[in-house]
C-alpha cells in the first residue's frame, strides 16, 4: 500500500468496462478514478463512510436529524 491507497485486483466483464471507460472520457478522468468515484459515492450514500458518520453525529449535535 502507497500513499495510503489499497491495491488490488478487479475482474470486470468486457461490456461494463467499456461502459466505465466511456464514462470516465465523458468526465475527463481515467477508468480506475471513476471506479474509486463511483464507490465513494455509493459508500457515501449508504452511510457507511467515516465522513457520514461523523456528519450524523454533527447534526444530531445540532438538532438536525
Known amino acids: ?9 478487479l475482474r ?3 461490456d461494463l468496462y467499456r461502459a466505465y471507460e466511456k464514462w470516465a472520457g465523458d468526465e475527463f ?4 478514478a471513476q471506479i474509486e468515484a ?3 459515492e455509493a459508500v457515501q450514500k449508504a452511510g457507511r463512510s467515516q465522513q457520514a458518520e461523523t456528519s450524523d453525529i454533527n447534526n444530531t449535535k445540532k438538532g438536525k436529524l
Open 1 to 9: 500500500m502507497r500513499n495510503g491507497r489499497k491495491q488490488f485486483p
Open 12 to 14: 470486470l466483464s468486457e
Open 29 to 32: 478522468r481515467s477508468v480506475n
Open 38 to 40: 463511483v464507490l465513494s
